[in-house]
């Protein structure tokens, strides 16, 4: 594990709180956030025509800092999953790892950066190498500073924010909102060829919150998360209507778990049975790119579990095989 820096002690940034009215409901989003009048909770409240009208909104003035913020990362990526447990943070380490060892065609090292937005899953830390209880994000007089887990591998996580690692976040929407608004403005990336920003399972106010301030500077799309059998599938559908209402470009469909390559025999199993066609079929019926499926290989957890790359680590399991498919044909879309 490599040890953070040690640092004083950082408090929890200081959020404004939110624009509520007396007569709103317990989950009331706030008249001025983006989700005024359209949450959940706004569905019969008194006020909901003039929330849902935008009139209560004023422009969030961290919209341009955060753009600005985020102007000199070429390409940023959301990696979404319907469901938790399909591999979604493993699968984002990996992709961070192998896009890092890539070099661009003057030479230089590629530059890659992971955003974890997970407030109450931040596991992106452990599965890079870095122990979240070591340490905290030294600030300097750019903003806050990555930890470098490599010299051209940046990785932030709400994580390193949390006061105490083992304590539950129960958090409502606009302190998530305000939380991942600071967190965007106020980490100095400084330029980099991607920015992964791994997000929790499902469709809540961190997904909301990071399409609403991430499109300002540009987002290239979501790489979308699954497992082969049904009960995944459902939740991914939902994720990628999720992409259409908000307007964010699908890159594609990763089958993650997808069979078991036997380490010593070969063998191949499904665990995970795609009972209605897999991630293949839900592609085609839902018009978007299945980018790879990545099959089942116990030293994916090992590799995760000690933070480090399982593709530099097992270059010959057809998993990494899989995974650098996946890693080009990304490479691909990001270009067209
Ligand atoms: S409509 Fe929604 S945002 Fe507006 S006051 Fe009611 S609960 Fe709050």
């Known amino acids: ?59 969030d003035p961290n919209l341009p800092l955060i753009a600005q913020r985020l102007a000199p990362i070429k390409h940023k990526i959301l990696v979404l999953s319907g469901k938790g447990g399909v591999g979604k943070s493993t699968f984002t380490a990996q992709l961070a790892w192998a896009l890092s060892s890539g070099v661009k065609a003057d030479g ?80 100095a990336w400084g330029p980099l060829d991607y920015l992964l920003v791994d997000t929790p399972p499902g469709t809540s106010d961190e997904h909301l919150s990071a399409v609403q301030y991430m499109k300002e500077a540009g987002i290239d799309g979501a790489v979308v998360l699954t497992t082969p059998q049904e009960v995944s599938l459902q939740d991914v559908r939902r994720e990628l209507d999720f992409c259409r209402k908000v307007g964010l470009r699908v890159l594609g469909v990763v089958e993650n778990m997808s069979g078991f390559v036997c380490p010593s025999c070969k063998g191949k199993s499904d665990i995970f049975l795609p009972s209605t066609g897999g991630a293949a079929q839900m592609c085609k019926e839902m018009g978007v790119e299945l980018l790879g499926k990545v099959p089942l290989d116990p030293r994916i957890g090992m590799s995760a579990d000690y933070g480090v790359s399982f593709l530099d680590e097992f270059p010959d399991s057809p998993a990494t095989e899989a995974y650098l498919g996946i890693i080009e044909r990304l490479k691909q879309k990001l270009e067209e």
């Open 1 to 59: 594990m490599i040890a953070v820096q040690s640092t004083p002690p950082q408090s929890l940034p200081s959020l404004n709180p939110p624009s509520v009215p007396a007569n709103a409901p317990e989950h009331c989003p706030g008249t001025e956030s983006e989700q005024a009048g359209k949450a959940d909770a706004c569905a019969g409240c008194a006020n909901q025509a003039i929330c849902a009208s935008g009139a209560t909104r004023a422009p």
């Open 108 to 187: 230089e090292e590629v530059q890659a950066g992971v955003m974890d937005i997970d407030i109450c899953g931040p596991s992106i830390p452990t599965l890079m190498g870095v122990s979240p209880d070591e340490g905290s994000v030294r600030s300097t007089a750019q903003g806050w500073e990555p930890i470098y887990v490599l010299p051209n591998l940046a990785l932030m996580s709400i994580g390193f924010l949390l006061p105490q690692q083992n304590s539950a976040i129960m958090w409502r929407g606009p302190k998530k909102s305000g939380l991942i608004s600071q967190f965007l403005k106020d980490v």
